[in-house]
């Protein structure tokens, strides 16, 4: 007699979305770390395109996420919520600082530098407590 596969319920598979390793983000993440670094050691210098496209290639990995995870049903609703609010703040959070990285050697630009950061904490710590309600 064939062996039936059990099948995954919506909450383990958003998990595994989530835990799964990211490895363009990752590299994306360095490659916007290097140009942030590079224009912080020269004020004058703006920050590089390959910062921003960085950027950009984070975000959209996260929206990409967040698209997939929108589609699973699941019985863990609220979790999933939380998961899907906390991936979209944080991406928010991402826009924020790509929006002021021209401006990072201003007040204005550390400051709202320092928002988006706190912004993207928040956003992280959420989406942890949110992961852990998915079990």
């Not at 909450?11 to 835990?19: F, H, K, P, S, Y």
């Not at 939380?82 to 550390?110: H, I, Q």
């Not at 950061?117 to 407590?129: F, I, M, P, Q, V």
Request: no cysteine; aromatic share 4%.
């Amino acid at each position: 007699m064939a062996r039936r596969r059990r099948r995954r319920s919506g909450a383990q598979r958003i998990a595994a979305i989530l835990g799964a390793p990211q490895t363009d983000i990752n590299r994306a993440m360095t490659t916007t770390g290097k140009g942030f670094f590079a224009s912080e050691s020269n004020p004058d210098k703006p920050p590089s395109r390959a910062t921003y496209r960085g950027m950009r290639v984070v975000r959209a990995e996260y929206q990409s996420m967040r698209r997939r995870i929108s589609d699973i049903e699941t019985s863990r609703e609220e979790a999933k919520a939380d998961v899907l609010d906390a991936l979209e703040r944080f991406d928010s959070a991402l826009a924020a600082f790509a929006k002021a990285l021209p401006d990072e050697n201003t007040d204005d630009g550390v400051a709202a530098l320092a928002r988006a950061g706190r912004k993207a904490k928040r956003a992280s710590a959420d989406l942890e407590n949110a992961r852990g309600r998915l079990k």
